[in-house]
């Protein structure tokens, strides 16, 4: 079964810490572009950041930017997301997504396949 | 804020159609692909649409998409109530260079 558990989440003070991770099974993890998307509470989905299959491109949203840092390791089938200077307005549940096809990035992303069921940040 | 303008909501009755819009820019949907997503409450999100008007095995051909310049769109065909839900499309944005979402459509239906 193709499957992304993410994990990480807490309540976390103004100004602190936190990393994210996600685990990926059943499928190539190292052929895929995976992607971090957030919902606050009642409100819509935020796309926060991505990385192509082979860490080479990443994007971060401008909301979190200069604080957020994406990173993945292929060999432990697991993709990351280091949160710093976290605020308020970071508090939300936190999805990790993966790309419809592989090896595509950017402007030639399809769509995120599979999502996982999320972690949650309290600021 | 989001860069991809929906409707916030939309309704019809059991068995009608709706249609949601989706709007943005020649940064985005005008040159890039785009999705859409299905959010049951409480639950997180399923790929409904990808490539403009694909659908993943296992979704009905009742969901439609198409795209039309920098817009596009979603049909529900044969409303049912198990459709109530959150609907967001999504695609690139390559001024940004990242990806984004649109504001989100609640479907209710009568």
């Known amino acids: 079964e193709v499957q992304l558990v993410e994990s990480g989440g807490g309540l976390v003070q103004p100004g602190r810490s936190l990393r994210l991770s996600c685990t990926a099974s059943?499928?190539?993890?190292?052929?895929?572009?995976v992607y971090w998307v957030r919902q606050a509470p009642g409100k819509g989905l935020e796309w926060v950041s991505g990385?192509?299959?082979?860490?080479?491109?990443?994007g971060y949203a401008d909301s979190v930017k200069g604080r957020f840092t994406i990173s993945r390791d292929n060999a432990k089938n697991s993709l990351y997301l280091q949160m710093n200077s976290l605020r308020a307005e970071d508090t939300a549940l936190y999805y990790c997504?993966?790309?419809?096809?592989?090896?595509?990035?950017?402007?030639?992303?399809?769509?995120?396949?599979?999502w996982g069921q999320g972690t949650t940040v309290s600021v | 804020q989001s860069v991809l303008t929906q409707p916030p909501s939309v309704s019809a009755a059991p068995g009608q159609k709706v249609t949601i819009s989706c709007s943005g820019n020649?940064?985005?949907?005008?040159?890039?692909?785009v999705s859409w997503y299905q959010q049951l409450p409480g639950a997180a999100p399923k790929l409904l649409i990808f490539?403009?008007?694909k659908r993943p095995s296992g979704i009905p051909d009742r969901f439609s998409g198409s795209k039309s310049g920098t817009s596009a769109t979603l049909g529900i065909t044969g409303l049912q109530t198990g459709d109530e839900a959150d609907y967001y499309c999504?695609?690139?944005?390559?001024?940004?260079?990242?990806?984004?979402f649109g504001t989100g459509t609640k479907v209710t239906v009568l």
């Open positions: 020649n940064s985005n949907i005008g040159i890039n692909y």
């Open positions: 997504a993966k790309d419809t096809y592989d090896y595509v990035w950017g402007s030639f992303s399809y769509g995120m396949d599979v």
């Open positions: 990385i192509s299959w082979n860490s080479d491109s990443i």
């Open positions: 059943g499928f190539t993890f190292d052929d895929y572009a």
């Open positions: 490539e403009n008007n």
């Open positions: 999504g695609t690139w944005d390559s001024s940004l260079s990242a990806g984004v």
